[in-house]
C-alpha cells in the first residue's frame, strides 16, 4: 500500500519552510509521495494578495522539486472554498489503494474542530502534525488529539519539523521592500517571483516618488490617474490588475526626458530608429520607457514592458494588457478633451470600440496636419476594421455637435 502525503495550503508563495516541512514529513512518516495541493480560496483564513492559481501552481513546480513531490491541480480546477474533505473524497476516489496522511502544522492542529467536517476527514486519512510553535508541546499535541479529536495512537504522527518558522506574510513584506528573498525561496520561485514583479504593492509609492522626481507636475498626475483607470479596466476586462497598474504608473517615466538622452538610450539598447521614427520624437517615450524600466528598475515582466511600449501607437494583435494601458491613456481622471466622456463610455463596453474611436481622430489629426503616421497604428486601425468594430454612431454624434 502506498503512503500518500497530502500538503495543502494558500501557497501565497510556497517559501523553504514549506519545503522543508514536507521533506521531514516524507522521511519521518516514511511517505511514498506527497501530493502539493494549493488552494483556490482557503476556507480558514484571509488570503490578502493572491496571485493567480496558475502563478501559484508554478511556484509549487519550483519549490517543491523532488521526485516524491506530485504537485496536483485539484482544487484550483474545482473552485470555490476549498475544503480538504472534498479534496480527500475525490483523492480516494482516484488512489482507492492509498494510506493517506494529512500533513498540517501543530497550529491548524488546535484548530482542526472548526474545519469543515473534520470527523470526516478523520475518516480519510492519519494526521501528520509538524511541531511549528515552540510554545505547544509534543506532550501537549498527544493530548489533544488523544482526548479532543478522539484519535488511537495509530491514527496521528507528531514529528519536529526543524523548520525555521517562516510565512508567505514575511515574504510578500520583504518583496514590497525590495529585499533578498534568496534565503526565503528557492532559486527557482525566487526568479519566477523577480521575473513576474510579484508582491509589489508598497513598492508603489517607490515608483510614485521617482515619478515625481522625473516627470513635470503634469505628467506625473496623469500618471496616477491612467494607472488608476488601467487598474479599473483590467478588473473590468479579467486582466492581471497589478500588473496593469504597474504600467499604468510607469509608460510615461521618460516623457520629460531631452531628445539627446533617448537617443543614448536606444543606443544603449541597439534599436535603430525607422525614418517614421526618425521624424516623430512625441513617439520616443514610449520606445525609451521600456528599457528605462528594465534597465534601472529591473522590471522584466515581458507583458508590463510590452504595455508601455504600445501605448502610443497601439499596434495589431495586442494583447488585453496592452489594450487596457493604451485605452486608459485616453480616459484618466485628468483628461478633459471634447470627447473624453464618449472614450469613457466606450472603454467601459469594449476596449476595441474605444481604440477604433481614438485611432480615427488620431489619424485624422495627423493626417490633416500632414504629419507621418506610424504603420503600427495604421495595422491596429485595419484590423479594429476588418474584425467589424464600429462606432459610427459616436462619430456622427460628435459630428453633429461640432456642426452645431
Not at 480538504?84 to 492542529?109: A, C, R
Not at 514592458?305 to 494601458?325: C, D, F, N, P, Q
Request: hydrophobic share 40%; net charge negative; aromatic share 8%.
Amino acid at each position: 500500500m502506498r503512503r500518500t502525503g497530502l500538503f495543502g495550503g494558500t501557497f501565497n508563495p510556497p517559501h523553504v519552510a514549506h519545503l522543508r516541512l514536507a521533506e521531514k514529513a516524507i522521511e519521518g512518516a516514511r511517505l511514498d509521495r506527497v501530493i502539493i495541493m494549493p488552494a483556490f480560496i482557503p476556507p480558514h483564513k484571509a488570503a490578502p494578495e493572491l496571485l493567480k492559481s496558475e502563478d501559484r501552481l508554478e511556484l509549487c513546480r519550483r519549490t517543491f522539486c523532488g521526485e516524491k513531490f506530485e504537485i496536483s491541480d485539484l482544487e484550483l480546477r474545482r473552485k470555490g472554498k476549498s475544503y480538504t474533505v472534498q479534496t480527500l473524497e475525490e483523492l480516494k476516489e482516484l488512489y482507492p489503494d492509498d494510506e493517506f496522511f494529512l500533513i498540517i502544522g501543530s497550529d491548524m492542529l488546535l484548530s482542526f474542530k472548526n474545519w469543515y467536517r473534520y470527523e470526516d476527514i478523520l475518516k480519510y486519512a492519519s494526521l501528520c502534525v509538524m511541531t511549528r510553535e515552540k510554545a505547544v508541546s509534543r506532550a501537549e499535541l498527544f493530548e489533544y488529539c488523544k482526548n479532543e479529536l478522539k484519535l488511537l495512537s495509530k491514527d496521528f504522527i507528531i514529528l519536529d519539523s526543524d523548520a525555521f518558522e517562516l510565512s508567505s506574510t514575511e515574504v510578500r513584506q520583504k518583496a514590497k521592500e525590495g529585499k533578498s528573498l534568496s534565503n526565503m525561496l528557492t532559486e527557482k520561485a525566487n526568479e519566477y517571483i523577480k521575473e513576474k514583479s510579484f508582491y509589489s504593492g508598497t513598492s508603489y509609492e517607490k515608483i510614485k516618488a521617482l515619478l515625481k522626481e522625473r516627470l513635470d507636475e503634469h505628467r506625473y498626475i496623469h500618471s496616477l490617474g491612467v494607472a488608476d483607470s488601467a487598474k479599473e479596466l483590467a478588473v473590468r476586462f479579467g486582466a492581471d490588475e497589478n500588473k496593469a497598474y504597474l504600467a499604468g504608473l510607469l509608460h510615461d517615466i521618460t516623457k520629460n526626458e531631452t531628445n539627446e538622452r533617448q537617443l543614448k538610450l536606444f543606443e544603449s539598447d541597439g534599436i535603430i530608429l525607422n525614418q517614421v521614427e526618425k521624424n516623430n520624437p512625441k513617439l520616443w517615450h514610449a520606445m525609451t520607457a521600456p528599457i528605462f524600466i528594465k534597465n534601472e528598475l529591473g522590471v522584466t515582466d515581458e507583458e508590463i514592458l510590452s504595455a508601455v511600449r504600445y501605448h502610443t501607437t497601439g499596434r495589431a494583435s495586442m494583447s488585453l494588457l496592452e489594450k487596457i494601458v493604451y485605452i486608459a491613456d485616453y480616459i484618466s481622471a485628468e483628461r478633459d478633451y471634447p470627447d473624453v466622456d464618449v472614450m469613457r463610455a466606450l472603454a467601459k463596453e469594449s476596449l476595441e470600440k474605444a481604440a477604433l474611436y481614438s485611432l480615427e481622430y488620431t489619424l485624422k489629426k495627423l493626417s490633416k496636419s500632414e504629419l507621418v503616421i506610424h504603420n503600427d497604428s495604421l495595422s491596429f486601425y485595419n484590423e479594429l476594421v476588418i474584425l467589424g468594430v464600429s462606432v459610427k454612431a459616436e462619430t456622427e454624434r460628435k459630428n453633429a455637435n461640432e456642426r452645431t
